[in-house]
């Protein structure tokens, strides 16, 4: 399995970025993906989630109404749309999918660098 993501990069506070996370070796259409970040000294926290189907949906309270997580089955592919960027939103960027809707990601991709100035 290989999740690889893209997309990230500098942007000033207030603008937008799209990350993408191209999945294979796997059912992509069968898992759940996720949106993972990290800030340097900080835990890895959830961002969003999306089920197998695109019919269940949930964000973090931090990116709720500024960022937007979809996925295209047909190209095994998951997005996260990041508009109003913050410079609190600096961090690196993982995806992640799962098998089960309860339980663990157990696929991780190798994370792509966000960065927002102020």
């Known amino acids: 399995v290989q999740l690889l993501e893209s997309g990230g990069g500098l942007v000033q506070a207030g603008g937008s970025l799209r990350l993408s996370c191209a999945a294979s070796?796997?059912?992509?259409?069968?898992?759940?993906m996720g949106w993972f970040r990290q800030a340097p000294g900080k835990e890895r926290e959830f961002v969003a989630a999306i089920n197998w189907s695109g019919g269940r949906i949930v964000y973090a309270d931090s990116v709720k109404g500024r960022f937007t997580i979809s996925r295209d089955n047909a190209k095994s592919t998951v997005f996260l749309q990041m508009n109003s960027l913050k410079p609190e939103d600096t961090a690196v960027y993982y995806c992640?999918?799962?098998?089960?809707?309860?339980?663990?990601?157990?696929?991780w991709g190798q994370g792509t660098q966000v960065t927002v100035s102020s």
């Open positions: 992640a999918a799962r098998k089960s809707s309860i339980g663990s990601y157990e696929f």
């Open positions: 070796g796997m059912s992509f259409s069968r898992n759940d």
